[in-house]
């Protein structure tokens, strides 16, 4: 179940195949994530729910949110056909201290997930910018993922 696992959530977490920016995109960039934790529970019938924490940094050329850094934690839930549906919440600061948080989720089977900002402070405070991700490379413990949005 963990191996099948792995898979699943790093395409999540790392939350984050290149995909092309959308033509409303206005900010794009990537997430590198090392995953600190993981832990899978058998539910029973095929079924698992996994917690998991990572470290995570953005870079973006066109973005206030190149160099944040921070964690970003979730679950995922596995079905008896393979397939992981996933959630949670990334808290991010800036060389200036300022808090960047998003919620992101990501539904079973699906190539791509999406986030939103929930809060912030400082050059963070009121965004309400949002988008996509999708992972470029996983190796179980480190991730890349590739995300672009509408950034206010």
């Known amino acids: 179940m963990k191996s099948r696992f792995k898979k ?7 939350v984050f195949l290149v995909a092309p ?26 079924m698992t729910l996994t ?12 973005s206030i949110y190149h160099l944040a850094t921070g964690q970003c934690s979730g679950t995922a839930l596995g079905t ?4 992981f549906r ?3 919440h990334c808290a ?3 060389k200036d201290g300022h808090l960047q948080s998003i919620e992101w989720s990501q539904a079973a ?14 050059k963070f405070a009121g965004k309400n910018d949002s988008g996509w991700f999708q992972s470029v ?15 206010n």
Not at 27 to 38: E, F, L
Not at 51 to 62: A, P, R
Not at 137 to 151: E, L, P, Q
């Open 92 to 94: 991010r600061h800036d």
């Open 51 to 62: 917690t998991f924490q990572g470290e995570s940094m953005l870079t973006s050329e066109n």
């Open 137 to 151: 490379r996983s190796d179980g413990k480190m991730s890349i993922t590739k995300w672009g949005g509408v950034c």
């Open 21 to 46: 920016a959308y033509a409303a995109d206005n900010c794009t960039g990537y997430d590198m994530i090392v995953t600190t934790s993981a832990d899978t529970r058998d539910l029973g019938n095929g």
């Open 8 to 14: 699943g959530y790093l395409v999540v977490a790392g």
């Open 86 to 88: 996933s959630n949670g």
């Open 109 to 122: 089977g699906a190539d791509k997930g999406t986030w939103k900002s929930t809060g912030g402070t400082g």
């Open 80 to 83: 008896p056909d393979g397939e």
